[in-house]
């Protein structure tokens, strides 16, 4: 209700189209992330804030590290842009890049994902690194929010995400402010005395307006997560999760390790609940047969609901249907 009525305050205002609520959006953003003002720009979705950024680190017809096991928003806005993607595996035990495995001499810079709200242990190997956190929007390390352990930090609200601005947008944050400085003069691209190409990625004061609403209930959204995910821990199901205690993950998606993800797909089907296999063997990047890890994956988990506003009834016939079928 509280996005109603930021929604209905931003159109009797009769400003829909980029203004205040998005500058305010923007400060807001910076806060969180205890950034300076003006170190965040806001745009029309992640996919634009992962373009953007990369444009912006002139990597066209460079070579850009990607996550085989992720969305395939990284490998359109690269080859989007016009670089190359080299395409990564994901740890044994984990859905994120596994970082030891990619080679300097080939790489001009690396898209860190941290997958389903886990962390990604991002080590400084001598490539531009921009951080991914669309699915770990407020995940922290040592106690900081992450998302700017790179040169450059992405965000998607798309309405899935942790946070949404109304169905669609994005973020590019960083402590170089020259970088955020040049997307945002890339952004307005309207009413300008000059020929440099420009394109229209703003977010709008409408979305904004919900984005800002969402922020505002941040803490409860996550704190909902993390019981949710407790109570499938609670039932004694092998969750997907960290084992370092250097990170605070975020409970994006609540990830069941299973043999039997079919079985447990179904079963939750006939209950009227839905759950997915969150990335399917042909949703990978590349050849799975070349990426172990990552096809493994795919046979052998389940995305089970843990949305903030699921009801505890809910959660229970879920744990004891899962029960049931491992």
């Known amino acids: 209700y509280r996005e109603i009525e930021a929604a209905k305050r931003v159109i009797k205002n009769g400003w829909l189209a980029q203004g205040q609520e998005?500058?305010?959006?923007?400060?807001?953003l910076c806060d969180f992330f205890g950034l300076p003002k003006e170190h965040v720009v806001l745009v029309s979705s992640g996919s634009a804030a992962l373009f953007l950024a990369l444009w912006v680190l002139n990597l066209k017809d460079s070579n850009v590290g990607i996550p085989v096991y992720s969305c395939s928003s990284l490998r359109n806005a690269?080859?989007?842009l016009g670089a190359k993607p080299i395409y990564f595996d994901c740890c044994d035990e984990s859905p994120n890049l596994d970082m030891d495995t990619v080679q300097t001499s080939d790489m001009d810079a690396l898209i860190a994902t941290s997958m389903f709200g886990l962390p990604i242990d991002i080590k400084n190997n001598g490539f531009k690194v921009i951080e991914d956190i669309s699915q770990a929007f407020g995940a922290e390390e040592?106690?900081?929010?992450?998302?700017?352990?790179?040169?450059?930090?992405?965000?998607s609200f798309y309405a899935t995400k942790l946070i949404t601005s109304g169905g669609q947008g994005g973020a590019i944050i960083s402590k170089d402010k020259n970088l955020i400085d040049a997307i945002r003069d890339y952004r307005e691209f309207d009413n300008r005395r000059d020929?440099?190409?420009?394109?229209?990625?703003?977010?709008?004061?409408?979305?904004?307006?919900?984005?800002?609403?969402?922020?505002?209930?941040?803490?409860?959204?996550?704190?909902?997560?993390?019981d949710i995910f407790n109570m499938y821990k609670d039932y004694g199901f092998n969750m997907m999760d960290l084992?370092?205690?250097?990170?605070?993950?975020?409970?994006?998606?609540?990830?069941?390790?299973?043999?039997?993800?079919?079985?447990?797909i179904n079963e939750l089907n006939k209950a009227g609940i839905s759950a997915i296999v969150p990335i399917e063997k042909d949703e990978l990047l590349s050849d799975p047969i070349l990426f172990k890890n990552a096809s493994l994956l795919t046979s052998k988990t389940v995305s089970l609901p843990i949305y903030p506003n699921l009801e505890h009834s809910i959660v229970k016939k879920i744990g004891n249907c899962v029960s049931e079928n491992i």
């Open 195 to 226: 020929n440099n190409i420009r394109f229209n990625f703003q977010m709008s004061d409408l979305n904004a307006a919900v984005g800002r609403v969402q922020l505002k209930q941040f803490e409860k959204f996550k704190n909902r997560r993390a």
């Open 78 to 80: 690269t080859e989007m």
């Open 243 to 264: 084992k370092s205690e250097k990170y605070v993950p975020i409970r994006y998606r609540a990830i069941l390790n299973t043999n039997q993800p079919n079985k447990i």
């Open 22 to 28: 998005v500058r305010s959006f923007e400060d807001e």
């Open 142 to 155: 040592n106690g900081i929010p992450i998302g700017l352990r790179g040169i450059l930090g992405v965000c």
